[in-house]
């Protein structure tokens, strides 16, 4: 959904954008082609992205720079940073790259590891989750992570056929769990089951909300930010932070006095989520589940 995320920021020419999950880097390129007196700043807690957007971004000189960083340490960065925030992009979840790498043991359409940190440096893989949760907490990861519904048998499989050591060995795992006629329809069904595992890995939906806070916070008046989520579980979280930030809910940290006397701080660039058109879908798959949330920060005192 390249083309709402750069009509979003094309009223706005200069200042620091952040793009809080640069990945490989696309759409931090085309905001710099598009804003060409904008300042970028890149985070992923993926040190290989990091590096990698680093090196796509190396022609556009000092208007570009790349941190390995997670996005809830956005306040402290943007502060450190020192310009006016212009506008932020949150493009949720994993990237195409991390799931075609079958070592890093996101997919099950590859055999691996199992893996699924996105931080390599973080203690937490999917091995120790798969191998030491137990039947109740599996259960209730694959309900919260991914909606999914054969949740407790699946879970009753994996406790009893442990250890399981691989991406493949969790795919047919999973497979030979649910019920033959599921089997048979539709997307694979390990695909909720790694979802929900890489979720809990990366303890990814708890740091949505304090990212997208200190970032509304931060903005300057019509400053501009910009979600892309791909699963009920994360546009939940993004709809509520953005309809508190939208009527008025106080979004100051809870352990600061309240500054924003909680009028409206931003208002929506569309009301309602925007789903990608069916050619997208056509010319990349995976888009096929992206919703497209968008806000503006309003001037104090004049919502
Ligand atoms: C969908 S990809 C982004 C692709 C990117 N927009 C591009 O144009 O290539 C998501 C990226 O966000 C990173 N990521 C996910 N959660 C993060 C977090 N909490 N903090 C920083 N980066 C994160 C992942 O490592 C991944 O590289």
């Known amino acids: 959904m390249l083309r709402e995320v750069l009509e979003a920021f094309r009223p706005i020419n200069d200042g620091l954008f952040v793009d809080a999950t640069v990945g490989g880097g696309g759409h931090a390129q085309a905001i710099l082609e598009q804003n060409a ?15 990698v957007a680093a090196q796509r971004l190396q022609s556009f000189g000092t208007r570009a720079r790349v941190l390995h960083a997670r996005f809830d340490d956005i306040g402290k960065i943007v502060d450190a940073d020192g310009r006016d925030l212009s506008g932020a992009i949150f493009d949720l979840g994993v990237s195409s790259h991390q799931l075609d790498t079958p070592q890093r043991g996101f997919s099950y359409r590859f055999d691996g590891s199992l893996d699924m940190r996105m931080d390599p440096n973080e203690p937490l893989d999917a091995a120790t989750i798969v191998n030491t949760c137990n039947e109740d907490e599996l259960t209730s990861l694959l309900r919260a992570n991914a ?37 048979r329809s539709g997307r694979h069904p390990a695909m909720r089951t790694f979802q929900a595992i890489r979720i809990a890995v990366n303890d990814e939906l708890r740091l949505i909300e304090p990212a997208l806070n200190q970032t509304i916070e931060r903005l300057r008046p019509g400053g501009r930010i910009v979600v892309l989520s791909y699963h009920s579980g994360e546009d939940r979280i993004v709809k509520q ?25 931003v208002r929506l660039l569309r009301r309602k989520v925007v789903r990608p058109t069916v050619e997208e879908i056509e010319a990349n798959p995976r888009a096929a589940s992206a919703r497209f949330r968008a806000a503006e920060r309003l001037p104090v005192g004049e919502a």
Do not use: M, W, Y
């Not at 890149?42 to 040190?47: A, H, I, V, Y």
């Not at 309809?243 to 100051?252: K, N, P, Q, S, T």
């Open 147 to 183: 909606d999914e519904r054969f949740a407790r048998r699946i879970a009753k499989s994996i406790v009893a056929q442990r250890p399981v050591e691989s991406t493949q060995e969790l795919a047919e795992l999973v497979r030979e769990a649910v019920p033959a006629p599921a089997r």
């Open 241 to 265: 932070v953005f309809r508190d930030a939208a009527d008025g809910i106080c979004v100051c940290p809870s352990t600061l006095p309240c500054v924003c006397n909680s009028e409206p701080n």
């Open 37 to 51: 007196e904008a300042f970028l700043l890149g985070l992923d807690r993926d040190p290989h992205a990091a590096a």
